[in-house]
Every structure is written in structure tokens, then in C-alpha cells.
DNA sequence: CTAAATGCAAAACGTTTGCATATAG
DNA sequence: CTATATGCAAACGTTTTGCATTTAG
């Protein structure tokens, strides 16, 4: 079964209908599996496909998709949301690093995670949210473009 | 030299200038110490002190602030920042536990973390900006409430 | 004296909402 | 057939900007 398959079946399995609308949305998501697009980004990808679509309805499906655990969403100092596909993608624990000064996403992976979300939650009853901690800072990119 | 004197002088020994609504917000910066407060909170407390102050300079001065490094900025899923006192409270590194619910954040220190920091440097040349990491997630209090 | 800072209002930004119309189940 | 979803435009809350006026250095 296939992540599409997959995740058209999550939703007809729900209370939410499957839309074509939903369906597009769904095989762009896939499409770019590796990225993580904003609403607006996503938004534009669909213009191309159907132009008759508003953003409002962007909004509300991935509002859905995050609910159905579809989609990870992950939020920028500037008040941006970004949308990743959670299905099949990890297997244990993902985190990112988010750069500051580009916007770029990196997905890492690694056992002190483990430890450091086992420390937060013994010490202070904090529930770690889908296991995902944000670490902001500068990319290798935008480093060495400073240094020019 | 106390706290205040010690930010009163990294703006004077800057390009910035001393003014008396920026005098005033350091005033409110130390008083609060203990808080994160938004730029929104910061000029509801400055209105009671000056009501002629202007959001817009209040906006502009943490942005300022935040250059000189006299604040940490931390931002919501919201679209909200918040700020917090940098000087004097952190003599190792500091992070946040933001929950997503209350919105409130817990800050933490924990020798993992210089692990982690040092891992993602090494493995992915990423420097993580004022060793400041955002775990988001659930906290003590809304877990409880979730169990009512 | 002059560059920088202020207050105000208007604009910008991503996002959400109200409503009439369309449609999946 | 009916509850849900859609598209549009208007509203939202936070933040930024333009501009004339004031002020710190």
C-alpha cells in the first residue's frame, strides 16, 4: 500500500470527507514528501492544478490532516507554519533544525534525543509533542555566506 | 553593578540611543524578570507608566534589544514572541519548555543538552543561536486538566 | 545641528471566519 | 436528503512601515 493509498484511506476511514480538493492536496503532499511547505507554498503548487481552489480551503484540509495525524506541523519565529508528511517517514523519533536566517528544515535523528525527552518528562511532567524538539540557530549555508 | 546599570550601558556604549520610553522598558524588563513577556504585555505595563508611549516603539526597541543581545526572543505556534532578560540569568545555557496549550514556558539546563548542541555542530555544521532549543509539547498542568 | 527616535495611523503579514452555494456519503 | 465542504471576501491579531515631529548626543 502505497503513502497515498495510505493516507486517502485514513481519511475516508474519518468523519471528513474525501474531496477532490483533499485528494490534490494529498498527492502534492506526497509529491513533495522531502520538503516542507507552507500553506502559501502549497497553495501555489494547487493553483497550477486547479485554479479555481481558495486558500481558505488549503487552511481547513491541513488543519485536518494535522488532526488525523496526517501532517507534522512545525512553526517558524515568523509566524509561519511549515506541513511534513508523518506517515512512514520515521520510524523512531525526528527532530529539526531550523535555520534562522534562511527558513530551511533539517530533519535529524539522534539517540540523545531519546534521553533528553525521557529527562523533561520525568523531571517536569512534560509530554514531548510527536517527539519533535526544535532547535533554531544558522545553517551551513547562510555560515559561510556571512563569511563573505 | 546591578542589572539595570549593566543594560543602561550597553545602550550607551552602542550606536543607540538612550531614551527615556527606552529607559523606562529596561525598567520593566528587570522588574520582570522572572517573566516572558510579549511586546503586547510590555505596553499594557508602559501605558500605566507613560500612556503616550506607542506600540510601534515598543516593537522597535525589542527589536533593538534583541540586537544588542540584551534579550531572547521566543517565538509561539501562534505567531506570538515573547521576551526574556538575557544578562546575567544564564551562566551556562538555558532552554524552554513551551507548552502548546497554556502557552506557558519553563526554562530548563541540563548538561544533555551541551551534548546535543555539540553534536548538531559537529554533524551538521549548524549553530544553534544563543544556545536557546524549544521543546514543544504538553505540561504538568494541562495533562491534568486533560484528565478531569 | 543632525541623525536617530517617536507617535500615530495605515498597511502588511499569515491565518481565520461568515456566509451563501455546492457536494460527498 | 443533509451534514459537511467549498470559494470568496471580509476580519483577525500581531507586527511593520511611512511620515511628520521631536529629541539625544
Redesign the pocket.
Known amino acids: 500500500m502505497s503513502i497515498y493509498d495510505n493516507i486517502i484511506s485514513t ?2 476511514q474519518s ?8 485528494e490534490t492536496i494529498v498527492k502534492i503532499l506526497v509529491e513533495n514528501e522531502s520538503e516542507h511547505l ?3 507554498e502549497l497553495y501555489f503548487i494547487l493553483k497550477g492544478i ?1 485554479p ?6 488549503v ?6 490532516f494535522y488532526d488525523l495525524k496526517i501532517l507534522e506541523k512545525i ?1 517558524f519565529g ?4 511549515k506541513y511534513h508528511l508523518r506517515q512512514k517517514l520515521d520510524n523512531g523519533t525526528h527532530h529539526h533544525l531550523i535555520c534562522t536566517k534562511c527558513h530551511n528544515i533539517t530533519t535529524i535523528s539522534n539517540v540523545i534525543f531519546n534521553k533528553l525527552i525521557q529527562y523533561v518528562n520525568n523531571e517536569y511532567n512534560f509530554e514531548v509533542q510527536d517527539d519533535t524538539i526544535a532547535i533554531y540557530g544558522t545553517c551551513k549555508n547562510c555560515m559561510n555566506e556571512e563569511n563573505i
Open positions: 481519511i475516508q468523519s471528513y470527507k474525501l474531496t477532490p480538493q483533499r507552507s500553506a502559501e486547479n479555481e481552489i481558495g486558500l481558505a480551503t487552511y481547513r484540509t491541513l488543519d485536518i512553526t515568523n509566524g509561519i507554519s
